[in-house]
């Protein structure tokens, strides 16, 4: 129905920058809500950041001010931008989007594969 494909991880020093992007296809009426997510090693899947279809935005405390999240509607696209990263920003990103399916007018929230940022010296 509706595919979320990540790219952009990758192994960064300490104080570096990364940006991730998702890119949704398929069977798509409007997305509205888009996250990031992460899990690191022996932890939760916790919500990094958050973005409405207008745009309004939310992080989780420990990024505020380093990361930012932005989408590009006319492609369905999220991004995360990540800068001054510590090694505790290390973990398996996800996407996640509440889409409306086009063919049966219904919404579903899909998930990317996950993409690993590894930040360390």
């Known amino acids: 129905q509706v595919q979320l494909v990540e790219s952009g991880g990758g192994l960064v020093e300490p104080g570096g920058s990364l940006r991730l992007d998702c890119a949704a296809a398929?069977?798509?009426?409007?997305?509205?809500?888009m996250d990031w997510y992460r899990q690191a090693p022996g932890k939760q899947r916790e919500l990094v950041a958050e973005i409405t279809r207008s745009g309004s935005t939310n992080y989780e405390d420990s990024v505020k001010g380093r990361f930012t999240i932005s989408r590009d509607n006319a492609k369905n696209t999220v991004y995360l931008q990540m800068n001054s990263l510590k090694p505790e920003d290390t973990a398996v990103y996800y996407c996640r989007a509440v889409v409306a399916v086009k063919s049966s007018y219904t919404r579903h929230e899909f998930w990317g594969q996950g993409t690993l940022v590894t930040v360390s010296s």
């Open positions: 398929g069977d798509i009426l409007i997305i509205n809500a």
